[in-house]
């Protein structure tokens, strides 16, 4: 057991964390304007595969982040031109984007890299890790907390901006009343439809940055389908930290330590796929929770 | 009332194929850009999926889980409640069937294929009953809780073939094969084709029929166009919700069991390509409509099995076909708006010319 549970475990939950942590903060900002997202699993796929081919063609990691991006702003604005212009529905839209980006990246990865399944190269620059000289000697605050891609870093202060944002600015204020009020919204002259796009490029662009981190901070490749089930645990972490972003980081670490020890359960002889179901299970289960308060609340 | 169906109806049929054309058309620019002919690579495509014995046979045998799959979802949509979990249901559903296949191999034939059959949509049927109470008791979203439970089944199937039905030997993450008796027969040799395609049939008949025909039919549409007109004709709404996720789940169950007897003869811990997406994204396209799930699942089926052909014919990647259908998807669900669009267009035109 001692092999499960150390430190490493923490480093690792951290590690395994800030995907999840990235994605949700976009997708509880779509949330809050009303759009049920779930198809931040394509988003971060779109951004893991630009991330790599950003980074690989001007070799600099720098580019494939601006990349990836990019490319989450054009599949957000997608998202929002349907959803919101053309009023489809956000659940179809969000399945459509998903398959359209496993498929767009799987033949992209094959018309322009040529190979199938994968594609790494040395030529790829990974994220450049970070290693904070003043903990550097504190053993377990070292291994905790140093060493880890830039990406865990930002994620946190993300994680902060965002919380201002919604709560403090003027915007924040406007994306709430987007999905709650809109028609008061409206009547004091700011359009529900534009705070409702700002939320779906963001979402955009913060599901760009999970999937840059999934290809050059924490592997330094692409595979097909690499996102593998990693927006959907984000939108189990936004529904089970109730849109909010601290609530939401914790529940995004909470999801990574289960998987960071489903990993080395399994290297032990344990099979993973009990603590892989846990955020799954967790979000039905807090969804419950909640209904089941509401419901007494009617009674009494 | 008549004369408004068809207009509707040919309006429809308009968009949708124009949906398709525009889709094909952007699939063609694509593969321009990708330096490879249009023309030829959609030949290859047609080619693949029609151009022998053997392939029409291969199309067919993919239409057989895009069709289940395809009326499940419809049954859910109609009554207005979101079965977004066909695809952990089928996982259930080809487990349990591959399950009663590798156990009971001693019972008579018949009596074991409709006990594994009526497994199977049992268990898939269960799977997509607790969402659904989930839904009309506590106003769980369904779409989040199905969407959850895909992963819980998907990773649940997969713990069980690795661990405790892993097969005795050869293929990882698979279980044993399941006895002889089961297997349904081949009816092109070779091919992937068998006889699910006749029960397949038969339950998209039934389902034809239970649909259009039927007040019980009649009530899943009502509970999901108008609820509260429902409830005043006396419709339990909460009961069609829940039935209609019993059936659905359980045509995903049968979706699967027949995968399981007709294809692999075992489960496999990916046994499922995403079928229950496709025939959702079916079912979507076509409004829910039986006979244009039948119809829709076999141009899905035909582009699946061409694109194939056609990457070995051209070097074209076949996932320009997932790039397609998407698109396809993506108009269709935009159909309104861009309607709406074109019609405040024509009303500004009108106002400028005044």
């Known amino acids: ?300 | 009332m008549f004369k408004i169906k068809i207009k509707e109806n040919m309006e429809y049929l308009t968009s949708l194929f124009l949906s398709i054309f525009a889709a094909l058309l952007i699939g063609a620019i694509i593969m321009v850009f990708n330096g490879q002919n249009p023309i030829v690579g959609y030949g290859a495509l047609v080619a693949g999926a029609f151009g022998s014995k053997y392939k029409i046979a291969t199309t067919f045998a993919k239409t057989v889980p895009l069709i289940l799959t395809g009326l499940a979802t419809a049954i859910s949509f109609m009554s207005g409640i979101f079965n977004i979990g066909g695809e952990g249901q089928l996982y259930l559903g080809a487990f349990a069937a591959a399950y009663v296949g590798f156990t009971f191999g001693s019972l008579p034939v018949f009596v074991a294929i409709i006990l594994a059959i009526m497994a199977s949509a049992l268990v898939g049927g269960l799977y997509a009953y607790f969402p659904g109470v989930l839904k009309v008791k506590y106003n769980i979203d369904e779409v989040i809780t199905t969407i959850m439970l895909n992963s819980v089944a998907i990773l649940f199937t997969n713990y069980l073939v690795n661990y405790p039905f892993a097969a005795s030997q050869g293929k990882m993450g698979g279980t044993d094969m399941i006895s002889e008796a089961f297997k349904f027969t081949k009816l092109v040799r070779l091919s992937k084709l068998n006889t699910s395609i006749f029960y397949t049939a038969l339950i998209a008949i039934f389902m034809y029929y239970l649909i259009k025909k039927t007040s019980f039919g009649y009530n899943f549409k009502m509970v999901g166009e108008n609820s509260i007109f429902a409830k005043y004709a006396g419709v339990n709404n909460k009961k069609y919700m829940i039935r209609a996720m019993i059936i659905s789940g359980a045509l995903c169950g049968i979706a699967g069991a027949f995968e399981v007897y007709g294809v692999h003869y075992r489960f496999l811990q990916n046994i499922s390509k995403g079928y229950a997406f496709d025939g959702m994204l079916i079912a979507l396209i076509v409004r829910n409509n039986p006979v244009g799930i039948v119809l829709m699942s076999i141009f899905f089926a035909m582009l699946k099995t061409g694109s194939n052909s056609m990457e070995i014919a051209t070097g074209i990647p076949s996932e320009l076909i997932l790039v397609i259908q998407s698109i396809i998807i993506l108009f269709i669900a935009g159909e309104n708006g861009f309607k709406n669009i074109i019609k405040k267009r024509k009303l500004n035109k009108g106002k400028l010319v005044k």
């Open chain 1, 1 to 300: 057991m001692q092999d499960v549970f150390n430190l490493t475990l923490l480093q690792n939950t951290i590690r395994t964390a800030t995907p999840l942590i990235l994605a949700a903060l976009g997708g509880l900002l779509t949330m809050h304007a009303g759009i049920l997202n779930i198809g931040m699993e394509g988003m971060i796929l779109i951004g893991a595969f630009f991330g790599v081919l950003g980074s690989y063609f001007f070799n600099s990691a720098l580019m494939g982040v601006l990349l990836a991006i990019f490319s989450g702003l054009l599949i957000g604005l997608l998202f929002g031109v349907f959803t919101i212009e053309l009023e489809s529905d956000e659940f179809i839209i969000g399945i459509a984007i998903n398959i359209f980006a496993g498929g767009l990246t799987v033949f992209l990865l094959r018309s322009i890299f040529g190979v199938k399944g994968a594609f790494s190269s040395p030529d790829i620059v990974p994220l450049p890790d970070v290693n904070f000289p003043f903990i550097d000697k504190i053993g377990f605050l070292d291994t905790i907390f140093n060493n880890h891609s830039l990406f865990v870093y930002i994620s946190w202060i993300l994680v902060i901006l965002v919380y201002i944002f919604l709560y403090k600015t003027p915007y924040g204020y406007w994306i709430r009343a987007a999905g709650e009020h809109p028609e008061s919204l409206e009547t004091v002259g700011i359009s529900p439809k534009k705070m409702k796009y700002i939320s779906s490029l963001l979402c955009g662009v913060f599901c760009g940055l999970a999937g840059a981190h999934l290809s050059l901070g924490y592997l330094t490749l692409f595979t097909e389908n690499m996102s593998a089930g990693k927006g959907f645990i984000s939108l189990a972490a936004i529904i089970f930290g109730a849109s909010n972003p601290i609530k939401t980081f914790g529940a995004a670490l909470l999801f990574g330590f289960f998987d960071a020890l489903g990993i080395r359960l399994q290297g032990v002889g344990i099979p993973s796929q009990f603590t892989q179901m846990i955020p799954y299970l967790a979000t039905i289960f807090a969804l419950f929770i909640v209904a089941k308060r509401k419901l007494g609340k009617k009674v009494a």
